[in-house]
């Protein structure tokens, strides 16, 4: 097996050493604020699976950097607004590089440090998918 140069640990730790992290009881406190826009990048079966913060926007981690460039064809009116961006996965490891990587394009966000895992247990509010 080949060695990498650079694990997917290296990446998300060089990652959070540069951006803004969230507190999951942070978050909780701005969910109704609505200058505040929260970016659910989970798989769509993952939300399906174990709900997603209500009012969350979902973003694909494949399309976001098209999604918030404004001369990409895919650009997603959400991503023009002067509010607050916070991304989150289900552990924070895809929300860090997402937001570093945002970062570089110069767009500002942060993301929650412990994803979703830690979310409802925090008292974090869900809504469920209609289809079960």
Known sequence: MAKLGKTAANMVQEARARIEEVETKDLIAMVDDPDVVIVDIRDIRERDRSGYIPGSVHAPRGMVEFWVDPESPYFKEVFGQ?????????????????????????????????????????????ERSEKD
Not at 104 to 126: C, K, N, V, Y
Request: aromatic residues 14%; glycine residues 12%.
């Open 82 to 126: 002067d509010k607050t961006y916070v991304f989150h996965c289900a552990s924070g490891w895809r929300s860090a590089l997402t937001v570093a990587t945002l970062q570089d394009m110069g767009f500002e966000a942060s993301h929650l440090r412990e994803g979703f895992s830690t979310w409802e247990e925090q008292g974090g509010p869900i």
